[in-house]
C-alpha cells in the first residue's frame, strides 16, 4: 500500500464523512421544519373547521368534537411529514455537496495513480472552495439596494 493509496482514501473518508454529517443535519433541519410547519397548518384547519357549524346541533357539535379529539391522523401526517422533509433535506445537502462527494468517491475507489491524484486534487479544491465561499463571504452580494 503506497502512500498515494493511503492519502487518497484517508482524503476521502474524512470528506466524505464530513459531507454526511452535512447531509444529515440538513435533512434534520428540513424535516423539523416541515413537521411544525404541517402541525400548525393542521391545527389551525381543525380549529377553524371545528368552530363552524352549518347549524346548532349537539349530534353534529359531538362529531366534530370526536373528530378533533381523534389524533391518530395527525400523528400519522407528523410522522409522514418528518420523513418526507428528511427526504427533501438529504436531497438538497447531496446537491450541495456532490463536488465533494464524487471526488471523494473517485479517489476512493480509483485504481489507476492517475485517477487518484486526479480525485485527490478535485477533493482538495472542491473543499478550499466550500471553504472561500462558504466561511469568508467573498461572493456575497454586499449591496441589496442596487440592482
Known sequence: MTVLNV???AAALMASGASLYDIHSLAKREANIKRESNYADDFIAQNIGASKLNYPSAKHNGMKQ????FQYP???SEVWNLASGYVVGAAKGICHNFATLGFSAL???AKKDG???FGV??????VAWD???NSTNLFE???????
Open 74 to 76: 395527525l400523528q400519522l
Open 141 to 147: 452580494k454586499t449591496d441589496y439596494l442596487r440592482k
Open 121 to 126: 486534487i478535485g477533493l482538495g479544491l472542491s
Open 7 to 9: 492519502a487518497s482514501k
Open 115 to 117: 485517477m487518484k491524484k
Open 131 to 133: 471553504f472561500i465561499k
Open 66 to 69: 370526536w373528530i378533533m379529539d
Open 107 to 109: 479517489a476512493f475507489f
